[in-house]
């Protein structure tokens, strides 16, 4: 399977729908409008963080599970993602240490491979999408998302700089599974048919060179 990642509004949706479109394969991707307990978490994070990331952890693996056999099939979001997010929730007293600690184990057990299971749990994959503050702040804005506003929540921009910034590392130390990155600013796969042409081959030739 192939897996997505990169901060709010970097475009693993879309991306998403482009890959799957190319290698003729399933899409999955995890509904934000139909997630009941993200809004409540923006409007009370440290009531809702727990909540909210025990909600994906189940999501995101029943999105596994869907993908087994079909390596091409491709996830709008890594599962690892959320333990970033989940850290640093933790770290703005959103949540306790004994609940990270607590979901961290759980995250570890779950996605545990296990000798004799038919299929692994890790992608074959992940596509990184990294673009800069400013492209995030815009995407959010553009796209209109009431919960996700700064001008709703001052508080946020913050929340979403040190997001981006995580990121880097985030990426940088991901282990799980061979990986790759795309400079989400440079390469406006959405807007620009050149853009897209661009990445399109560049994860063909990378799924290729992975046999
Ligand atoms: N583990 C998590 N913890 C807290 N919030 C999360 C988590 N995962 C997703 N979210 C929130 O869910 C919303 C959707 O985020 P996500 O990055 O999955 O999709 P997106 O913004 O539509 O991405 P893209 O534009 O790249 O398709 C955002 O408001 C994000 O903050």
Known sequence: MLVMSGTIGAGKTSLTHLV???FGSQAFYESVDDNPILPLFYKDPKKYAFLLQIYFLNKRLDSIKSTFGNDLDVL????????????LNGDLGRAT?????????LLTNMMQELPEAEHQKSPDLLIHINISFDTMLQRIQKRGRSFEQIDQDPALYK????????????????DHSPKMQIDGDELDFVA????RATVIQMIDEKVKSLG
Do not use: C, G, K, M
Not at 76 to 87: G, N, V
């Open 159 to 174: 929340y979403y700089q040190t997001l981006n910034d995580r990121y880097t590392d985030w990426y940088a130390n991901y």
């Open 76 to 87: 709008d979001r890594s599962i690892f993602e959320d333990s970033l997010l989940f850290h």
């Open 20 to 22: 799957a479109e190319h």
């Open 192 to 195: 620009d048919p050149a853009a």
């Open 97 to 105: 240490s004994t609940e990270v600690d607590i979901y961290d184990s």
